[in-house]
């Protein structure tokens, strides 16, 4: 209302009081109503008429208050067995859902046992794949090798004697003569 013109301001709180009024004057009927309905069910009056009562009218109130007092009280153990049995099954329930809480926790844990376990197989097996192709492509370098000298041995055959890359025909005994003679030297001088 605040950001409201005041031309239209005036009429807003004219309605405004109009309203007010029109409650206050439902608020003392309605305390009025009430009045009237506690008169008509005469607790009031009651206790008024309780000094007016023989005994055994008074009697009769009170075996009646008591009989209400007793379906009042056999009310609430109703209820109160009610809630007790809601209890009870809402225990059993919340132990079986505990129960499978409990299940699928162990479940989780397996599983991720068995992922790291799957994890370190993998990377072994990754392992020895790279070790086979390691030995692999050095077995394709070695044919590479001899291919490329004996391609190079039939192309160019007398620069391979050149060159050092002839290969003797022969044998040679690697403990020739000249060589047992220096080891045997070798043996002489060490003692």
Same mark, same amino acid.
């Given at each position: 209302?605040?950001?409201?013109?005041?031309?239209?301001?005036?009429?807003?709180?004219?309605?405004?009081?109009?309203?007010?009024?029109?409650?206050?004057?439902?608020?003392?009927?309605?305390?009025?109503?009430?009045?009237?309905?506690?008169?008509?069910?005469?607790?009031?009056?009651?206790?008024?008429?309780? /000094? /007016?009562?023989?005994?055994?009218?008074?009697?009769?109130?009170?075996?009646? #208050?008591?009989?209400?007092?007793?379906?009042?009280?056999?009310?609430?153990?109703?209820?109160?067995?009610?809630?007790?049995?809601?209890?009870?099954?809402?225990?059993?329930?919340?132990?079986?859902?505990?129960?499978?809480?409990?299940?699928?926790?162990?479940?989780?844990?397996?599983?991720?046992?068995?992922?790291?376990?799957?994890?370190?197989?993998?990377?072994?097996?990754?392992?020895?794949?790279? #070790?086979?192709?390691?030995?692999?492509?050095?077995?394709?370098?070695?044919?590479?090798?001899?291919?490329?000298?004996v391609i190079y041995k039939i192309?160019?055959?007398?620069?391979?004697?050149?060159?050092?890359?002839?290969?003797?025909?022969?044998?040679?005994?690697?403990?020739? #003569?000249?060589?047992?003679?220096?080891?045997?030297?070798?043996?002489?001088? /060490?003692?």
């Amino acid at each position: 209302m605040r950001e409201l013109p005041r031309a239209e301001l005036a009429a807003y709180d004219a309605k405004a009081q109009e309203h007010h009024g029109a409650l206050q004057r439902l608020q003392s009927a309605l305390s009025s109503a009430r009045g009237e309905a506690e008169r008509a069910n005469g607790t009031h009056a009651v206790a008024r008429r309780v /000094e /007016e009562m023989s005994a055994a009218e008074i009697i009769q109130m009170g075996g009646r #208050t008591q009989d209400k007092s007793l379906a009042s009280l056999g009310r609430m153990k109703n209820q109160i067995a009610e809630s007790m049995q809601i209890g009870a099954a809402t225990a059993t329930t919340i132990k079986t859902q505990t129960e499978q809480l409990q299940n699928i926790d162990t479940d989780i844990m397996k599983i991720k046992s068995n992922l790291n376990r799957a994890d370190l197989l993998i990377r072994a097996f990754l392992r020895r794949m790279m #070790t086979d192709k390691i030995i692999m492509i050095f077995m394709c370098l070695i044919i590479l090798g001899v291919i490329g000298i004996v391609i190079y041995k039939i192309v160019d055959p007398k620069g391979a004697d050149d060159s050092g890359l002839n290969v003797p025909d022969k044998i040679v005994d690697p403990l020739s #003569t000249g060589r047992r003679r220096a080891m045997l030297f070798d043996d002489n001088t /060490e003692r």
